[in-house]
């Protein structure tokens, strides 16, 4: 396998820092300590001990196999099984109370019907083995368990070899011979570890920033590969990029220029952090040329170890939108700090999900037992990302979602877990007078995925309704307290929060409804007409009575620099037909001004949407993309960035159009959804979910 260097690519800027981004950059170091981003050293000895007893556990287990087997005693004293690590805990990110992503190798005698039979079994009987979970029909199978209180997520892969060395390299192309496809899989966390920490100039520095990434991400909601945003491996991968892009920068300096970067990307260019090679052992890869579901992705973030594959396939427009405009928010606060007018702390300030929106949908599981809820509670977390696809999909994309990552629990309720979903209207979309939406069937067809779960139990319920922000329930708000005074919608824009200048109520109620009006295409007051399904048991349903409500939130729409950015794209992809490498260059003209929300319809995510008009096979978003078959001259490659900084933004990439615990690179196969091409206009017989969207001109005059 061909080895690649970070230098493949030319960096933005070699440039170092200045005293004053040393200043700054210890004032960042500062803050994520304080965070409590960093374990203490006890924490720190006993994974390790924890993970010296789980090798010794795998290797006495393999032994047992081939004992069982009926193996002679030399093979038997031979065999071996080994330990590697993935994920954060590999990359020197993880914090206090993290899992640990392990992967067991083991020779090929050593199945995987033996790592869930016999390995579980032993497993079990250990006193300090506790939460015992085995997921043996996901895409990456996997055990879970917490070991003397270490969370553990161990994988497993058989490699075509008796007798497993201790200096085994799964990094060689070679290990993925004569594989089964579940394996390739697990295999891959831990090859695409070892490459991200290779191709990144500066280990410490991009560990420091991928600390920050993180937080950043969590605290603003944006960290979640299960419901359409992004997970572990692909902040990583983005972050391992801007290190490339600028290799002697501290790490206060890239955390600016992930912003300023990823504020001016047009997905659905890919991020690729080396050129994508086809290999020699004929394992699927990447390739929108020849893939078709790879041209339907969003936002490509290609992990670099072969075979290449996009971790970032779920996600979808509604997520995409969010993620843009937290990219823009990052990038006007960072500006700030550099001119001394915002400190870190406003950049890692948490976003007000539950003030942000008018409308949300809410969604309620149940289960009898503790253990039928974390089995419930997994494979509904890996649905609801559906749910989004289903409603984009079913309004042509007007109807846009923002699923909260993660849980909201009732304390007077065991057993019983709700998630919430914002929801508005793309902006810039022009609703017709009496425009509807009906989405009952679509909620229905998710309600349908969802109760086909193979160890579905009659005790197992969800429940999907819509709720209105000033009827949340208290739960949802810090310590069960809802604030006293019902809080604007909160804008993505950060200008007031960085020191805007000061107007009067009335004033700011006036330009507030006019934004409102304006930038999202919503008047101050819309009706909104719904029904819902109460599956509170399977089969039930109960109507909900018409009432006016606000669908928009005040979410600003973001800008860029009054200043266009030049992108060149690079990559290098093999020929289908003959194997040659060819090099594909695409310039990217960014314009001054791009609207969150602009890639309107329905973009046919994997099973969930109509194939779409290809030209040439790359899809075009907007006449701005021009596909090149020549190399541009330097001077077609140099761009501006900002004003005072004329560097390329360069991705090295081409324009080209792909559960729980280790979602990471796990990609759903949903049931054939039902044919609801038409709901909008069928009368449904049930109870159902409608919003209805009042025109901008009769409200206006209406008022």
């Known amino acids: 396998m061909a080895t690649f260097s970070y230098c493949a690519y030319k960096p933005i800027s070699t440039g170092g820092p200045t005293e004053l981004d040393v200043v700054r950059n210890r004032e960042l170091e500062k803050f994520l300590a304080d965070a409590g981003l960093y374990e203490s050293h006890e924490e720190a000895i006993k994974r390790e001990e924890v993970l010296g007893r789980l090798d010794q556990i795998v290797k006495t287990w393999v032994k047992n196999v081939c004992r069982a087997k009926g193996f002679n005693d030399e093979l038997v004293h031979e065999a071996n099984a080994k330990i590697f690590t993935f994920g954060s805990y590999r990359l020197g990110v993880h914090g206090p ?48 368990f917490k070991f003397n209180g270490v969370s553990i997520d161990l994988l497993y892969a058989n490699v075509s070899l008796w007798v497993i060395p201790e200096d085994l390299d799964v990094s060689q192309e070679s290990i993925l011979q004569n594989v089964d496809d579940q394996t390739v899989r697990s295999l891959n966390g831990c090859r695409v570890t070892d490459q991200v920490l290779h191709l990144v100039p500066n280990i410490q520095s991009f560990r420091t920033t991928l600390r920050c990434m993180r937080l950043w991400a969590k605290r603003r909601g944006v960290y979640s590969n299960v419901t359409g945003f992004l997970g572990g491996i692909n902040w990583a991968l983005l972050v391992a990029r801007i290190c490339q892009l600028y290799p002697n920068a501290a790490p206060s300096m890239l955390v600016s220029r992930f912003f300023r970067v990823y504020s001016l990307w047009r997905w659905p260019n890919p991020v690729l952090l080396c050129p994508i090679t086809e290999g020699s052992l004929g394992l699927a890869y990447w390739d929108p040329r020849r893939n078709f ?67 949300y949908l809410r969604i309620d599981i149940a289960a009898e037992s503790e253990d039928d809820m974390r ?73 349908r995925d969802v109760y086909a779960y193979s160890f579905w139990k009659p005790s197992m319920w969800i429940h999907v309704c819509h709720v209105r922000r000033k009827d949340l329930p208290d739960f949802v708000f810090p310590g069960g307290v809802r ?57 039930e349903t109960r109507e909900l ?32 037909a003959s194997g040659a490498a060819v090099t594909e260059t695409v310039t990217v003209v960014q314009s001054a001004e791009l609207t969150v929300g602009q890639q309107s319809g329905s973009h046919g995510v994997e099973d969930l949407g109509d194939e779409q008009e290809l030209t040439n096979g790359v899809k075009h978003f907007d006449g701005a993309n021009e596909l090149q078959t020549e190399p541009l001259t330097p001077e077609q490659i140099v761009g501006a960035a900002t004003s005072e900084e004329k560097d390329r933004i360069g991705d090295s990439s081409h324009k080209v159009l792909q559960s729980e615990g280790l979602e990471e690179l796990e990609p759903i196969e949903p049931a054939p959804s039902s044919s609801i091409a038409s709901a909008a206009f069928v009368v449904p017989q049930k109870p159902l979910i409608r919003f209805n969207f009042t025109s901008l001109q009769k409200t206006t005059e209406s008022t």
Request: glycine share 6%; hydrophobic share 30%; charged share 25%.
């Open 293 to 359: 579901k790879d041209r339907q992705h969003l936002m490509p973030i290609i992990t670099p170890a072969y075979p290449c594959m996009n971790s970032s396939y779920n996600v979808s427009t509604s997520t995409l939108r969010v993620m843009m405009e937290e990219f823009h928010r990052g990038n006007e606060i960072c500006e700030a700090i550099e001119a001394n007018k915002a400190s870190w702390g406003s950049l890692f300030e948490p976003f007000a999900f539950f003030e942000a929106y008018r409308n």
């Open 483 to 539: 604030p006293a005074q019902p809080a604007k919608s909160e804008s993505r824009s950060v200008s007031k929060s960085l020191g805007s200048a000061k107007t009067s109520p009335d004033g700011a109620f006036s330009r507030k409804r006019k934004h409102d009006e304006v930038n999202t295409g919503f008047s101050s007051k819309e009706s909104l007409a719904m029904s819902c399904s109460d599956a509170s048991s399977p089969g």
């Open 375 to 447: 089995k419930w509670k997994g494979w509904v977390e890996s649905r609801i990302r559906l749910l989004t696809l289903k409603i984009e999909r079913d309004t042509a994309g007007v109807l846009q979602c923002h699923p909260h990552p993660g849980e909201f629990s009732d304390k007077s309720k065991p057993f019983h877990h709700s998630y919430f979903m914002g929801l508005r209207r793309k902006q810039g979309s022009n609703p017709q007078q009496g425009e509807q939406f009906d989405i009952r069937l679509t909620v229905e067809d998710f309600k």
């Open 545 to 576: 009575k018409r009432f006016e409500a606000d669908i928009g939130d005040t979410s600003s729409s973001a800008t860029l620099v009054d200043n266009q950015v030049e992108a060149t794209i690079k990559s290098t992809l093999p020929v289908p």
């Open 97 to 144: 109370g993290a899992d640990i992503d392990t992967l067991c190798v083991g020779p090929r005698h050593a199945m995987r019907e033996d790592f869930f039979g016999e390995l579980h079994r032993m497993l079990e009987e250990m006193p300090e083995i506790q939460e015992l979970h085995p997921v043996p029909d996901a895409h990456v199978p996997v055990m879970k």
